[in-house]
């Protein structure tokens, strides 16, 4: 003998069964993201060696500008995907690589070699040549990225971005940095 549904009961199923329907339409679009080649790509570009010239172009004991090409770009990013940094030179394969951006707000810093300074342009905030906070707002030193010479050819890790999250996952990774001299800008 089969049982009756009561009214609740089918309120019930039926409210599990918009919940459901629900549920995949949101999953639906998240999957599609988690599994596109387009993604696939830029995780893939998150972890490229990009070069940034011969090892000859960046004279010992200077620092100049390089300008290299977001690994994780699309096609429409057209010039914004450029991205400038700061590499000094310290000795034979020994190099600083530098996030342009300034710790504070993000504005473009620029190398000052008078004064052997950076200095940002938006509130004052300076750094010394080694990357360290000098002067100003800045919570910290300029980001610097991982580097590796091979051939004599100079490389960045340019596709994850040096932001304060990177360095810290960095630190708690067991696994040694390449390239990396010295500890990070704190
Ligand atoms: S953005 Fe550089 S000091 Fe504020």
Same mark, same amino acid.
């Given at each position: 003998m089969t049982t009756p549904i009561t009214r609740r009961g089918m309120l019930l199923k039926l409210g599990v069964a918009l919940n459901a329907v629900a549920g995949l339409a949101l999953a639906v679009p998240i999957v599609g993201y988690l599994l596109s080649p387009a993604r696939r790509q830029r995780m893939r570009g998150a972890l490229t060696w990009v070069e940034l010239g011969e090892v000859g172009a960046f004279p010992e004991g200077q620092t100049r500008m390089a300008t290299f090409r977001n #690994?994780?770009? =699309?096609?429409?990013d057209g010039q914004t995907a450029d991205i400038p940094c700061w590499v000094r030179r310290l000795s034979g394969d020994a190099f600083q690589v530098f996030a342009v951006?300034?710790?504070?707000?993000g504005c473009p810093v620029r190398w000052f070699p008078q004064s052997n300074l950076f200095l940002c342009p938006c509130h004052g905030g300076a750094y010394y040549a080694d990357g360290s906070r000098a002067a100003g #707002?800045?919570? =910290?030193g300029l980001f610097r990225y991982d580097f590796k010479v091979e051939n004599a050819r100079l490389f960045i890790k340019?596709?994850?971005?040096?932001?304060l999250g990177n360095v810290l996952a960095s630190r708690r990774e067991e696994t040694p940095r390449r390239g990396s001299e010295g500890t990070p800008c704190a």
């Open positions: #690994p994780s770009t =699309r096609p429409w951006n300034c710790a504070h707000l #707002p800045p919570p =910290r340019a596709g994850m971005m040096p932001t």
